[in-house]
Nanobody, 122 residues
């Protein structure tokens, strides 16, 4: 079982940066692929990016490619989402996710965090 707790959300101006963290409990963290999803009001939850269990492979949604970076530290049981050049359309609740294989669909996720709000003002 993996429990996930996100932190680092907040209010930022357009063009600014934020770094989200996701702390995981459980000794099997390093066996899981990790991902980030987001959900804006009135919209479905959407894939942001993922990182393999080793950290050697990442994949991003086109909407964030080149601006967001996912990394992980298996020694600290933590995964990060560095968000640069933020836009108002990035405003959403951001969720950390874990699965043996993280696909781009929410249905592939075995464990979710509680979410952290990111608001980008124009």
């Amino acid at each position: 079982q993996v429990q996930l707790v996100e932190s680092g959300g907040g209010l930022v101006q357009a063009g600014g940066s934020l770094r989200l963290s996701c702390a995981a409990s459980g000794r099997t963290f390093s066996k899981y692929g990790m991902g980030w999803f987001r959900q804006a009001p009135g919209k479905e939850r959407e894939f942001v990016g993922r990182i393999s269990w080793s950290g050697g492979s990442t994949y991003y949604a086109d909407s964030v490619k080149g601006r967001f970076t996912i990394s992980r530290d298996n020694a600290k049981n933590t995964v990060y989402l560095q968000m640069n050049s933020l836009k108002p359309e990035d405003t959403a609740v951001y969720y950390c996710a874990a699965a043996i294989v993280v696909l781009t669909t929410p249905g592939s996720i075995a464990h979710w965090g509680q979410g952290t709000q990111v608001t980008v003002s124009s």
